[in-house]
């Protein structure tokens, strides 16, 4: 009874990480929306410290924060991007979830996905390892809109 009780929560936890990747997923496309019918860039954002879906909410301490943008910031391709006129926007966990022999299950943040943005359309994300303490990857996009009268 007991091993079936974990089997269904850890399986509540598994599905609520995957509705949280799709709604992650949407929230990032209507983010972009304006690209595509013409509208303004929206001003950079305030630097996300929380993750909210309905049912739960993820809250990056400070201590975390400053971890992340100290390794972030340390690489030279980050401070490139940020001499280019690039902010950072947002912070965003990225967590590793392990069920021990006894059936004991621990999540913890291993990394983290840096964004940034200009305002040109310019958008990157830095993922981060924190066990490395090292920038294992940087996706650049630009996006361009060409207005034309007539």
Same mark, same amino acid.
């Given at each position: 009874?007991?091993?079936?009780?974990?089997?269904?929560?850890?399986?509540?936890?598994?599905?609520?990480?995957?509705?949280?990747?799709?709604?992650?997923?949407?929230?990032?496309?209507?983010?972009?929306?304006?690209?595509?019918?013409?509208?303004?860039?929206?001003?950079?954002?305030?630097?996300?410290?929380?993750?909210?879906?309905?049912?739960?909410?993820?809250?990056?301490?400070?201590?975390?924060?400053?971890?992340?943008?100290?390794?972030?910031?340390?690489?030279?391709?980050?401070?490139?991007?940020?001499?280019?006129?690039?902010?950072?926007?947002?912070?965003?966990?990225?967590?590793?979830? @392990?069920?021990?022999?006894? *059936? %004991? $299950? #621990?999540?913890?943040?291993?990394?983290? !996905?840096?964004?940034?943005?200009?305002?040109?359309?310019?958008?990157?994300?830095?993922? @981060?390892?924190?066990?490395? *303490? %090292? $920038? #294992?990857?940087?996706?650049?996009?630009? !996006?361009?809109?060409?207005?034309?009268?007539?």
């Amino acid at each position: 009874m007991r091993k079936l009780a974990l089997i269904a929560i850890l399986s509540m936890v598994m599905l609520g990480i995957g509705i949280a990747t799709v709604y992650a997923g949407y929230a990032w496309r209507q983010q972009y929306k304006w690209a595509w019918n013409g509208n303004q860039m929206p001003q950079p954002i305030q630097p996300l410290i929380k993750w909210k879906m309905k049912w739960f909410t993820i809250e990056i301490s400070d201590e975390f924060k400053d971890k992340v943008l100290s390794i972030a910031l340390s690489d030279s391709d980050v401070q490139e991007l940020i001499s280019q006129g690039y902010n950072v926007t947002g912070i965003q966990p990225t967590m590793k979830m @392990v069920v021990q022999g006894d *059936g %004991t $299950v #621990t999540l913890k943040a291993t990394g983290a !996905i840096v964004t940034l943005r200009n305002g040109n359309g310019g958008f990157a994300q830095v993922h @981060v390892d924190l066990e490395k *303490g %090292t $920038v #294992t990857q940087i996706i650049i996009r630009s !996006i361009t809109v060409i207005k034309k009268t007539g």
